[in-house]
């Protein structure tokens, strides 16, 4: 199958990343919680974490499967899941390494607005093609103050791909922070890719900013 990892994030959800994500300083092997019995963690009782991941991967089969969207709605309606399932802010510090400390609040917010349009822009085209892939849900375990949850995608002709969901709450509500797919996260991928543009261009963030800016068609 084409595209495993872009179109497993995205499928699986962002699937990322997204995909994007954020550790928080762990590896990317760290990211991903050993199999086994674990405890099942309890949060804020509107929002069961294994619930919070099946509805955001019934919400993008939804909102973005199929080939009778047009592209630009397809890329609206993934920023708008982004929005309401990733802690954006965080992910953009984290895609940033170090560097996030030389901007300012609004250049950083700016800078998050246009990661979402790129990563839309290269993963939810994913969705024209999808052929019914099944996204399985398993449980969620704690650790310290992050949640970690199970999930598969499961295909017909392979064996089935391991997602495991990082989330944190973030003023009562859950948000996700991390993805791994095999063990390998997505935000860490896209941090050593921005690092290498920013480091190649004596350490500013603007030569960052102007690449995604020309591949978005930003101002």
């Known amino acids: 199958m084409k595209h495993l990892h872009g179109r497993f994030l995205i499928a699986g959800l962002m699937m990322a990343s997204a995909a994007v994500a954020v550790p928080f300083g762990h590896s990317a092997q760290a990211a991903a919680q050993p199999s086994g019995k674990q ?7 509107t ?3 294994s619930d919070f991941i099946r509805g955001l991967g019934d919400e993008a089969i939804s909102e973005l499967a199929g080939d009778k969207i047009d592209d630009s709605s397809r890329q609206e309606r993934f920023v708008n899941l982004m929005d309401k399932y990733f802690k954006m802010d965080q992910v953009a510090r984290f895609v ?12 950083l917010t700016n800078f998050a607005d246009l990661l979402q349009k790129y990563l839309a822009l290269n993963y939810a085209s994913k969705f024209k093609d999808f052929d019914g892939e099944k996204f399985v849900v398993g449980d969620s375990s704690e650790n310290k103050k992050d ?4 999930s598969q995608v499961v295909r017909p002709d392979g064996p089935p791909v391991k997602i495991v969901w990082r989330l944190r709450e973030f003023d009562g509500s859950l948000r996700i922070i991390d993805v791994s797919i095999e063990g390998i996260s997505m935000g860490i991928t896209q941090r050593d890719e921005f690092a290498a543009v920013i480091q190649n261009n004596g350490g500013k963030v603007q030569a960052l900013t102007d690449m995604l800016k020309k591949k978005t068609g930003g101002n």
Do not use: K, T
């Open 39 to 45: 405890s099942v963690m309890e949060v804020a009782a």
């Open 47 to 49: 929002q069961d974490p």
């Open 96 to 107: 940033l390494g170090r560097y996030w400390r030389n901007l300012s609040d609004q250049e």
């Open 147 to 150: 949640i970690f949850v199970n």
